[in-house]
């Protein structure tokens, strides 16, 4: 298991994670920006924006209401998996088809496999 604080800090844009709110709701996000103590996320199937502390790997809610979730794992994808995902992403962010966050059969076996494999390989808490 890795410490919380490197790996987070680490994170560089394109890079995937896992996180999960206090209600056991969970996202797999892409980092789309950094700088010195934040950084920018979406997550894959939702397209949901995160801003995260870099340290803690605690997100700060854009709205005074705004739920939190932390980052969980950063255990890294094998690239089948990855390339899966991100070509999802890809049509979610890109298409006008109003269908496209349909997930086909590899791409739901590629999210399966990625939250078993984030489950795994947790931060040391």
Do not use: W
């Not at 979730?69 to 298409?95: H, K, M, Q, W």
């Amino acid at each position: 298991m890795k410490e919380r604080k490197a790996s987070v800090s680490d994170l560089t844009v394109d890079d995937l994670f896992h996180a999960a709110f206090s209600n056991d709701a969970v996202r797999i996000c892409i980092v789309t920006a950094r700088d010195d103590s934040t950084f920018t996320a979406r997550a894959l199937t939702t397209q949901e924006i995160f801003r995260f502390d870099r340290r803690s790997g605690v997100s700060i809610p854009f709205e005074a209401d705004g739920a939190v979730c932390t980052i969980d794992s950063v255990a890294p994808l094998p690239d089948d998996i990855r390339d899966a995902l991100l070509g999802y992403d890809r049509r979610c962010r890109t298409s006008k088809d109003p269908d496209a966050g349909r997930l086909t059969a590899n791409e739901r076996h590629a999210l399966l496999d990625a939250q078993k494999l984030y489950e795994v390989n947790p931060f040391r808490r």
